[in-house]
């Protein structure tokens, strides 16, 4: 039976769009921090901008007299690219292995795909600018914004919705974190089976541990995959109708685009390791969507 605590836990992070009024921080499940810089990453990524990429300033976010911005970086062949892949980085504003591996998915790309028209690649990040900087997963209102894509009253959600209307990608992947002890992937309903298994094979080849559970204990079939089942798709269909929250991953799917959801450990405190799963995944489904 669960504990008060653990039914707490639940109802905060899937029965409440808003949870704070402030981008608290979570002390009970184990986050280890990665030391993540604001001002660090924007320059990092912004380096990219005219070296392959276009990047640019989407939105502005401010918490306590501090504006924080959310970036898209379009690579310059994604215009002519025949696949256009959007990543999601930086949802969870604590889950900073999904942000803090943004460049090196970047220059990979770049060596990679940048000259071809295979596929094209747009990140934007962090999702959650002020939680990645408070080192928290919720936005400067205490919205989750993964929980935000029925009613989009947040100006994060609003972004990422823009952002797939302007694109039109052909798949999303998203980049999370989670208190399971291992790496695994949640599918939705458009997600092939066969290009999954490709992918978990690429993420184990590099070293990454796959973990045989979800982060509610249910027991994986495939070790590293969550696949979309009839009954999950109807909870989620219960879940936006009831209380009007709705994830990414099933607002790509309503609008028949296929989305992994990438979650490693937030507990591994070997920074290293964190980010190479998202490094990892992200190179190997460019590459299936250059195939």
């Known amino acids: ?89 930086g949802v969870h504003g604590n889950e900073h292995a999904g942000i803090l591996s943004v460049p090196r ?30 080192d928290s997963r919720f936005n400067a209102q205490g919205y989750d914004i993964n929980r935000d894509f029925v009613r989009f009253d947040t100006v994060e959600a609003r972004v990422v919705r823009e952002t797939m209307d302007e694109l039109r990608p052909d798949f999303v992947l998203s980049l999370h974190e989670g208190p399971q002890d291992a790496s695994f992937m949640f599918a939705n309903a458009h997600v092939d089976a066969a290009l999954a298994e490709r992918l978990l094979l690429a993420l ?10 979800d982060y509610f204990g249910s027991r994986l079939r495939r070790p590293g995959l969550s696949p979309s089942s009839r009954a999950g798709r109807a909870v989620v269909r219960l879940w936006a109708l009831s209380l009007s929250m709705m994830a990414s991953n099933a607002f790509s799917e309503g609008r028949g685009v296929p989305e992994l959801v990438l979650e490693s450990s937030w507990r591994n405190p070997d920074r290293a390791e964190r980010l190479r799963a998202h490094t990892d995944l992200c190179a190997a489904l460019c590459d299936e969507l250059a195939r």
């Open 204 to 213: 184990e080849a590099g070293g990454t541990k796959l973990a045989t559970h």
């Open 105 to 134: 998915a970047l220059e990979r790309f770049r060596a990679t795909h940048g000259d071809g028209d295979r596929v094209g690649l747009c990140v934007l990040t962090p999702v959650n600018p002020v939680g990645a900087a408070e």
């Open 1 to 89: 039976m669960p504990t008060l605590t653990e039914l707490r836990q639940f109802a905060r992070y899937h029965l409440l769009r808003r949870a704070h009024d402030h981008p608290a921080r979570e002390q009970e499940l184990g986050v280890v921090s990665l030391g993540y810089d604001p001002a660090q990453f924007e320059r990092e990524v912004r380096a990219f901008d005219g070296a392959g990429f276009t990047v640019s300033e989407r939105a502005r976010v401010e918490y306590r007299g501090v504006q924080r911005g959310i970036f898209r970086a379009l690579s310059s062949n994604a215009g002519r690219a025949r696949k256009r892949l959007l990543i999601l980085s």
